[in-house]
């Protein structure tokens, strides 16, 4: 049974950072794909950033060059630096797992930016 378990969520005023990491467990295999989802009350799920086994990585438009995917492998953890946060960056954050067709989600931690 594979588990994701993501932390380091937590209140950060404006201009703050926070660093998330998602740990995975219960896996034999190594994922192709690991990515960070946020989902804001009020608003669908999106994709903020994607790192592939060889370290690729993608970002969404409103989080390039405040934000940084990074993973180690040998841990199967995936982690976000989040840098100059906005109170637009408030939602739940999700890490995702891909494994060929196969996709695992965490359970999510709350990131809040306020004053």
């Known amino acids: 049974q594979v588990q994701l378990v993501e932390s380091g969520g937590g209140l950060v005023q404006p201009g703050g950072s926070l660093r998330l990491s998602c740990a995975a467990s219960?896996?034999?295999?190594?994922?192709?794909?690991m990515d960070w989802y946020r989902q804001a009350p009020g608003k669908q799920r999106e994709l903020v950033a994607t790192?592939?086994?060889?370290?690729?990585?993608n970002y969404a438009d409103s989080v390039k060059a405040r934000f940084a995917i990074s993973r180690d492998n040998a841990k199967n953890t995936v982690y976000l630096q989040m840098n100059s946060l906005e109170p637009e960056d408030t939602a739940v954050y999700y890490c995702?797992?891909?494994?060929?067709?196969?996709?695992?989600w965490g359970q999510g931690t709350q990131v809040t930016v306020s004053s």
């Open positions: 995702r797992a891909a494994y060929g067709l196969s996709y695992f």
């Open positions: 219960g896996s034999t295999f190594n994922f192709n794909v």
């Open positions: 790192i592939t086994w060889g370290g690729r990585t």
